[in-house]
């Protein structure tokens, strides 16, 4: 997830187990770029069923951006923020995407990534929001989507992860990757927390107070 400035008055937040296994998801038909749009709501839609049933009454919509190097990301608008509106949130999807062939595994699981954001902002009230400034903090980029990526493993979406990340950093402009890696898991980080969770269920709860930054500490912890 990364922040973005529009106009000064729209932050964007770009950013997706049974402890740490599959379980059976839902659907995920793949886009192309002529219907894009509609089957990424149609993705969300069936996701919040099955696996964000909190985020049943959050106004969430899906808009497209443009971008080399990003593919998701989410936001919200200050105008509602300083208003007595409803607060809602906006999941946009690169279409690049579709018509460079993600895996349909792939974009499921980060739209799960990105719907966890959506859970984290859509928890307390508007003022605990404004700590997102923390963002331009690169230290703390890594650590609050590093915990989102730990959220989409624990929903059952690690796999589709592992597939997603092995997509991106080849499409992607090669001076971003380091960036990638930095701030998300990598498969072979992701595969490593699913097998420490099958030994070691606890350690989720250890994690999300203490966000492993490399695959060093995510084989070297034990509780």
């Known amino acids: 997830m990364k922040v973005h400035r529009i106009f ?3 932050l964007f937040v770009t ?16 886009p192309d ?10 993705i ?12 049943t009454q959050v106004d969430v919509r899906i808009r497209t951006f443009h971008s080399q190097a990003d593919y998701f990301r989410t ?4 105008a509602r923020f300083f208003s007595p509106l409803r607060m809602r949130y ?3 999807v690169n279409p690049a995407l579709f018509s460079q062939q993600a895996p349909t595994d792939g974009v499921c699981s980060v739209l799960a990534h990105e719907l966890a954001h959506v859970v984290t902002l859509s928890h307390g009230n508007r003022i605990r929001r404004l700590g997102l400034v923390r963002l331009l903090s690169k230290s703390y980029t890594a650590q609050f989507e590093r915990e989102t990526d730990l959220e989409a493993i624990h929903r059952g979406y690690g796999e589709g992860l592992k597939s ?8 992607i402009p090669p001076d971003k990757v380091q960036e990638k890696l930095r701030n998300y898991f990598s498969p072979d980080e992701i595969a490593a927390i699913q ?4 030994e070691q269920p606890d350690m989720l709860a250890y994690w999300r107070k203490h966000v492993p930054s490399n695959l060093h500490e995510i084989q070297s912890t034990n509780r």
């Open 8 to 10: 000064g008055s729209v």
């Open 90 to 92: 906006l999941v946009e």
């Open 33 to 42: 770029e002529a219907n894009g749009e509609l089957a990424a709501e149609r």
């Open 75 to 78: 936001r919200f608008s200050f």
């Open 164 to 171: 997603y990340r092995t997509w991106v950093y080849a499409h």
């Open 15 to 30: 950013l997706p187990l049974c402890l740490g296994q599959s379980l059976p998801l839902p659907s995920c038909p793949q």
């Open 44 to 55: 969300v839609s069936d996701l919040r069923s099955h696996s964000f049933p909190e985020l």
């Open 195 to 198: 097998r420490k969770l099958q």
